[in-house]
């Protein structure tokens, strides 16, 4: 099936920016947009081009084995781009074809885990050949605790994304609005991305450290609200 794709200064097909991460409209967008409007010109589904985030992960692992600091810094953000284009290539393709809820299902399923498949490796080989065998542990067992304490928060909270707003137009509303922020802030996927890849950009075992006390701390938290 051929597709008319829309001319590239006319496709537009990302996240609203007050549902994105507060730094996507900075970093991984404008980017993400050039390999959206690429991969659209052809039948390529969103979940093949989701697969397109663990090879990267794979190859970044690979770099670092090689110590090719700064390529294995460009890779992490490679796939944090890559994880932006399949849910743009999905959004442009509904206005294509009609999807079943099944199928939109099954897509944001294959999103989700595409970015946490492999990464949990390469923050285990930054670690690992930036400190030491202790490092890498505790800098992926942060990551998955944290991925697995938001992946629950809806057995707590039975309006999950309601909650998620409420928060952000909370105590953090006020402070966006008076630095004119717009997008979730918090410990997202992005911010955890970045630091990971200026963690290998300056082979410094520091940004790792700084991971590993975010993500325990925002683990504790959560642990206490849920009690609560």
Same mark, same amino acid.
């Given at each position: 099936m051929k597709y008319d794709v829309p001319r590239f200064r006319d496709f537009n097909f990302s996240k609203p920016q007050e549902e994105g991460d507060f730094l996507a409209l900075y970093t991984n967008r404008p980017i993400s947009k050039i390999f959206s409007w690429f991969f659209s010109h052809f039948t390529l %589904?969103? /979940? %093949?081009?989701? #697969? #397109? =985030?663990? #090879? !990267? *992960? $794979? +190859? =970044? $692992?690979? #770099?670092?084995?090689? *110590? +090719?600091?700064? &390529?294995?810094? $460009? &890779? !992490? /953000?490679l796939s944090l781009i890559m994880d932006s284009a399949d849910g743009e290539v999905a959004r442009f393709r509904a206005t294509k074809i009609k999807r079943t809820e099944k199928q939109n299902q099954f897509g944001g399923y294959m999103d989700s885990m595409a970015g946490v498949l492999v990464f949990p490796l390469v923050i285990f080989s930054a670690g690992y050949f930036l400190g030491d065998l202790l490092v890498g542990l505790l800098g992926m067992l942060s990551f998955c605790l944290l991925n697995l304490s938001t992946a629950n928060a809806g057995s707590y909270f039975k309006n999950k994304e309601k909650r998620s707003k409420e928060i952000q137009s909370g105590f953090l509303g006020k402070i966006k609005s008076r630095l004119r922020i717009k997008g979730v802030v918090g410990f997202t996927g992005d911010i955890q991305k970045?630091? $990971?890849a200026l963690a290998l +950009? &300056?082979?410094? !075992?520091l940004f790792i450290w700084l991971f590993i006390i975010i993500a325990i701390t925002l683990v504790l938290m959560k642990f206490w609200i849920y009690r609560k």
């Open positions: %589904c969103a /979940e %093949c081009i989701a #697969l #397109l =985030t663990p #090879l !990267v *992960d $794979i +190859l =970044t $692992i690979v #770099l670092i084995y090689n *110590d +090719l600091w700064i &390529f294995a810094a $460009i &890779f !992490v /953000e970045h630091i $990971i +950009l &300056f082979k410094s !075992v």
